[in-house]
């Protein structure tokens, strides 16, 4: 018999005290960041949903590894057992370690980028952007249409267009595309998964043209969860199975171990081609630290070697998906306005339905930010007009498509209760909507402004 509730499948053996807060202290804390929740020290956050990423807690058996990690410079026996897993879930002969995702992206896209190449994806995630560009290459978004419709219940909201991709690639020529890269699960696109179908078609494609097919593949167990639950023909096949499945069909992946790596810090490079790896190797060797450690300790590597089975069980993959669901189905019950359907690592609430009375020039999303804090100390991060918004010659915001709050959820971090607090914390926030007004930006900079940006309540 299947019980109504989905616990956490693990017990806690070490804990780290939350310092509780009046709302009093929390006026002063939030006028003492300029209402901004990355000057907030952490010690003054009660639930801290700000990212998912490097956030995770690690297991005992984690832990362990940690005691046993080979700090050798070369060979390090921790290396090999990290090369071995990550060999065998992405089906690639060359894998290189980094510190983190970016690394990994600034060594590969600074070899297939530069001037007058372009680069396809669902969604290029903020760093992947950012190291296509900085390069003089151009980073092309193509999301299936459907995705921008934050109501629309449809399975995998994280598709790429193929159809555009096919004209894209006619347009820029096969021969100036750099690479299409499928982000899985889509994280700027709401977290939201990319189907079996979706990658074999991406893969043909890419075969038919001559173009390189890479993953950025984060939240590739997420997404694995989803692709079993919801595409027919995965419903008998293990989450690992569908995940190696799916990254076999690229010629390479990337990913940031700081997601479903269950780990604080780390990442990889995989891929097939062996002049490839080469070059990149040449790069890593450079930058991030010699082919057996890139940039990671002996210990980091037997943690995300253990995170890496892990998060492929199945008790911690529905426990982990459930949860986020359990989270925003009870807020989308309440009438709080979020993105649907759920996604796998967090919940998206629409601050311009929250509160349709506050113009998006006083932004709302970060109206919804400061007023979860100071209710119940509940951190979470804008994504709207401070994060993306522009402004015109005359200096007026040019808003973002979209003011959402984004609630991303650490892994085996918080408990059930946790969550039943966040959703009293919002029953509050919601009885006092009309109530919220505004805020005006008076101090920014010109690149990343959400990071630093100072706020006053109008
Ligand atoms: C986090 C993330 C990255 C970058 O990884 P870092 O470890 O933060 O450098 C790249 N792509 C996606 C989809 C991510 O979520």
Not at 129 to 139: L, Q, S
Not at 349 to 368: K, T
Request: net charge neutral.
């Amino acid at each position: 018999m299947a019980f109504k509730t989905t616990i956490e499948p693990f017990k806690i053996k070490m804990i780290e005290p939350i310092h509780l807060s009046s709302v009093s202290k929390r006026k002063q804390y939030l006028s003492d960041a300029f209402y901004n929740p990355f000057l907030i020290s952490s010690d003054q956050v009660i639930i801290d949903f700000l990212t998912d990423s490097g956030t995770s807690a690690m297991s005992s058996a984690q832990w362990a590894g940690i005691m046993e990690g080979d700090e050798a410079y070369a060979g390090s026996k921790s290396w090999k057992k990290m090369e071995k897993v990550v060999r065998n879930l992405t089906g690639c002969a060359y894998i290189l370690p980094t510190h983190q995702g970016r690394a990994a992206e600034r060594i590969l896209y600074g070899y297939l980028g530069g001037k007058g190449k372009v680069f396809f994806s669902n969604t290029h995630f903020d760093t992947t952007r950012a190291n296509i560009e900085v390069t003089g290459a151009e980073a092309v978004d193509m999301v299936v249409e459907e995705a921008n419709d934050p109501l629309l219940e449809l399975p995998f909201k994280g598709n790429l267009d193929v159809v555009k991709l096919e004209e894209k690639i006619k347009e820029f020529g096969p021969s100036n595309v750099g690479a299409v890269i499928l982000t899985v699960t889509n994280n700027s696109g709401g977290g939201q998964p990319v189907s079996m179908e979706n990658a074999k078609a991406v893969r043909h494609i890419c075969k038919r043209y001559g173009i390189i097919f890479l993953i950025d593949s984060c939240r590739v167990a997420e997404n694995a969860w989803f692709i079993h639950h919801r595409e027919e023909g995965y419903g008998n096949m293990s989450y690992k199975k569908i995940a190696k499945e799916m990254l076999a069909l690229a010629d390479g992946s990337i990913m940031s171990a700081k997601k479903d790596g269950l780990v604080n810090m780390g990442g990889y490079l995989a891929l097939k081609n062996k002049n490839l790896a080469e070059a990149c190797n040449n790069s890593l060797i450079i930058t991030e630290g010699f082919s057996t450690y890139g940039g990671l300790s002996g210990r980091d590597m037997e943690a995300i070697a253990q995170g890496l089975k892990e998060v492929f069980h199945p008790d911690y993959l529905n426990y982990r998906i459930k949860s986020t669901g359990y989270l925003g189905n009870k807020l989308d019950e309440m009438g709080v306005p979020v993105m649907k359907p759920i996604g796998g690592h967090a919940v998206y609430v629409d601050a311009r339905a929250f509160y349709p009375h506050i113009p998006v020039e006083e932004y709302p999303g970060q109206a919804l930010v400061a007023n979860l804090y100071l209710t119940g100390g509940i951190r979470c991060v804008e994504i709207g007009s401070v994060m993306f918004g522009k402004y015109d010659d005359n200096g007026k915001l040019i808003p973002a498509p979209m003011e959402l709050v984004r609630l991303a959820i650490p892994r085996r971090v918080y408990t059930q209760s946790h969550i039943e607090y966040v959703i009293e914390v919002f029953e509050k926030v919601l009885t006092r909507r009309k109530q919220a007004k505004g805020f005006r930006i008076i101090k920014e900079s010109k690149f990343l402004r959400h990071f630093t940006a100072h706020f006053e309540p109008l």
